[in-house]
């Protein structure tokens, strides 16, 4: 027979199995955990606090992200690459109080580390995303009009639904 899982109150998932003439079988004496996905490790390149703040916090509380550090400029995210940081996933905007998202795009794709990079700016044009992409973007989303986007792709990876980078266009 199938099991049904359901949710309680307390995080975990009850198993129950249908009694033959209609009347759920009684629950198990304890109830089985929930699968938790590991957290989408990430560092984020964002010269402005206020945005930093804003996106750590709503994609901590709706992505399952935690974050493993901050850059506020080029010359920063650089050396945390070279350093051999290590995340899952690379935010970066492309204008910085000092250099370029684009050399820190530039930079990561010279390490070879496997992790994801998406850039998010209020510039998201045509000729950005293609340069972007030329050098190792996965995605570039719009700040203004595509941050409920970027949420969703940071969940698809840290609940394993997605499984490439081309999987989440």
């Known amino acids: 027979m199938a099991y049904i899982t359901m949710p309680s109150d307390n995080g975990t998932m009850e198993a129950r199995m249908p009694d033959p003439v209609g009347e759920r079988a009684p629950l198990p004496s304890k109830p089985m955990p929930c699968a938790q996905m590991s957290p989408l490790r990430t560092f984020i390149v964002e010269d402005n606090k206020v945005i930093y703040e804003n996106l750590v916090s709503t994609l901590e509380e709706l992505a399952n992200v935690e974050m493993v550090g901050h850059a506020r400029d080029e ?7 070279q350093g051999g940081g290590s995340c899952d996933l690379m935010i970066i905007d492309i204008f910085l109080t000092s ?5 820190v795009l530039k930079a990561a794709q010279t390490t070879h580390l496997p ?4 850039v998010l700016t209020n510039y998201a044009t045509a000729d950005i995303r293609q340069r972007c992409a030329a050098l190792g973007a996965d995605r570039v989303f719009d700040k203004s009009s595509e ?5 969703t792709y940071c969940s698809r990876i840290s609940d394993g639904t997605a499984t490439s980078p081309a999987g989440l266009q």
């Open 75 to 81: 010359a920063a995210a650089v050396q945390w690459l």
């Open 99 to 103: 250099g370029s998202g684009l050399g």
């Open 115 to 118: 992790m994801r990079r998406v």
């Open 147 to 151: 941050l409920e986007d970027l949420i």
